[in-house]
């Protein structure tokens, strides 16, 4: 994708959800088009109502939009929320007019571009293939009417009564399958050498935490490695693994940095991801990396312990490790001892990575914990 697209966000907010939690989420989303790059227009509809069924947006709204799509040469739409593939199809359809190569895309459909644009290991390419296509596949045969049956009408012979929508459907269905069957493949290779390390006795360590918290900054910090790190989100999709020796005497230690997590995500997308999410299922430790100086820091923290729920992490022992506590102005220094009171059941830890603070308390707290 070229930096000269131009987007413009829909949010539909439900009005029972309160108008500081629609702009933290909005925000949110803006950092997020922000990560996936070029944003030359970026004009915002708020909708403070129930969802239309047909297509998401009210007629009102979706001629706005249409205004603006004319007016600003607009050519991407996405809207705030995880939107049914027909609904997504209806409104792309209805500004055809304006627009023939318009997309319009949901949360989802961002996200995966963005992993898209970060992934490098086959592995995760696959992952994201695999969710890409799970998450298409409805709109592929949502076209089936118009656009596959002339596409499809020379494959035939395949039972008399099956619509080419539904032929459609099932080759989908077909090639998804093929494509986690390769995935299980990279799955039980991880799993081998999981077992390799724990044979041999060497304890792993997992950092996990919200995107952009500061875990490759950490990893790099604990395994001497320079993996890249940056003011973005989703700058990490591949799992890396390091050796670590935390003190002279210390025993050596495997540590993975992976993916960041982030809220709305679909549960097929974890699902998807669990292969490289694998490290953390099985850590005798996990580093749950938290930035103190966020505003959302503890929404945050409630996501990632939910996902790590729905993983199969939970009861795995857990350090909050708090980062950026250089970033916490002076004003805000009451927060240290109440999150450690909040969070005394997960042992929380203050520091700063890149200041070199504390780091070492880390390092110590570790070795004890795998000890
Ligand atoms: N001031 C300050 N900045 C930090 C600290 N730790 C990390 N950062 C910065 O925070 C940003 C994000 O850091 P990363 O380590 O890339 O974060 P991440 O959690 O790996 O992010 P994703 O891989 O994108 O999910 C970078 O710009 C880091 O330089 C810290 O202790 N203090
Ligand atoms: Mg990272």
């Known amino acids: 994708m070229q930096s000269s697209h131009r987007i413009i966000l829909v949010d539909v907010v439900d009005p029972h959800v309160p108008l500081k939690q629609a702009e933290e989420e909005l925000a949110e989303l803006r950092a997020l088009v922000k990560t996936f790059g070029g944003i030359d227009t970026m004009h915002v509809f708020q909708h403070r109502s129930k969802p239309s069924k047909d297509s998401f947006i009210g007629s009102g709204k979706l001629q706005e939009i249409y205004q603006t799509v004319h007016d600003e040469k607009v050519d991407i739409v996405i809207l705030n929320a995880i939107v049914k593939p027909t609904q997504l199809f209806h409104i792309m359809k209805s500004l055809w007019p304006v627009n023939p190569d318009i997309e319009v895309w949901d949360r989802i459909d ?106 490759t900054t950490l990893f790099n910090a604990l395994t001497g490695k320079q993996k890249i ?59 749950h990396v938290a930035d103190v100086s966020d505003d959302k820091r503890d929404m945050k923290i409630e996501v990632v312990q939910s996902i790590l729920s729905d993983i199969g992490a939970k009861d795995i022992p857990q350090i909050i490790v708090f980062t950026k506590a250089d970033l916490l102005p002076e004003e805000r220094w009451g927060e240290f001892a109440q999150l450690k009171a909040r969070y005394a059941q997960f042992s929380p830890l203050f520091l700063s990575t890149t200041e070199k603070i504390n780091v070492d308390a880390l390092k110590r707290r570790i070795e004890e914990r795998v000890r």
């Open 229 to 287: 790190m940056k003011d973005a989100l989703f700058v990490t999709l591949d799992t890396t693994i390091g050796k670590a020796q935390l003190s002279r005497t210390g025993p050596l230690l495997t540590v993975s940095d992976t993916i960041g997590f982030i809220q709305q995500l679909p549960p097929s997308l974890i699902e998807t991801f669990k292969s490289t999410l694998m490290e953390a299922i099985h850590a005798d430790l996990i580093l």
């Open 110 to 215: 961002l996200i995966l571009h963005i992993f898209e644009k970060h992934a490098t290991s086959a592995e995760s390419k696959l992952q994201i293939e695999i969710a890409r296509m799970s998450h298409m596949g409805p709109r592929i045969s949502g076209l089936g009417g118009t656009l596959f049956s002339r596409q499809t009408g020379g494959v035939g012979g395949r039972g008399q009564g099956e619509t080419n929508t539904e032929l459609m459907k099932r080759h989908w269905r077909g090639l998804i399958k093929k494509k986690q069957e390769e995935l299980k493949k990279h799955a039980s290779y991880r799993l081998l050498q999981l077992e390799r390390r724990k044979e041999k006795g060497i304890k792993h360590i997992a950092l996990v935490g919200y995107t952009n918290a500061g875990k």
